[in-house]
């Protein structure tokens, strides 16, 4: 079930980065959609959709992946240095 679980959670990112995709690129062929009043508008909002999508992604995989233990020492706190 949790794996269900976060199929989910990572699809929700995987489809606004690919709206944000689909912004830009009818931007960049001059298609304006409704919400947006101008193209430039549109495209800078395609850009937040897609590198907020994108962000969550790497975020989760980066993640899981500390959490298995399979990224490098650098990424892991170190007890023996207190500030």
Partial sequence: MG???ALFL???????AGYGIKLMRDAFFLVELFPY???W???FAGLLFFLIGLG???GFIF???K???KVAETFF???DQQL
């Avoid at 990572?10 to 606004?16: D, E, K, S």
């Fill in 3 to 5: 794996r269900v679980i």
């Fill in 10 to 16: 990572i699809l929700i990112p995987i489809v606004g």
């Fill in 37 to 39: 009043p101008t193209l």
């Fill in 41 to 43: 508008i549109q495209f």
């Fill in 56 to 58: 969550l992604m790497a």
């Fill in 63 to 65: 993640h899981r992946d």
């Fill in 67 to 69: 959490k298995r233990g």
């Fill in 77 to 79: 706190k170190k007890d």
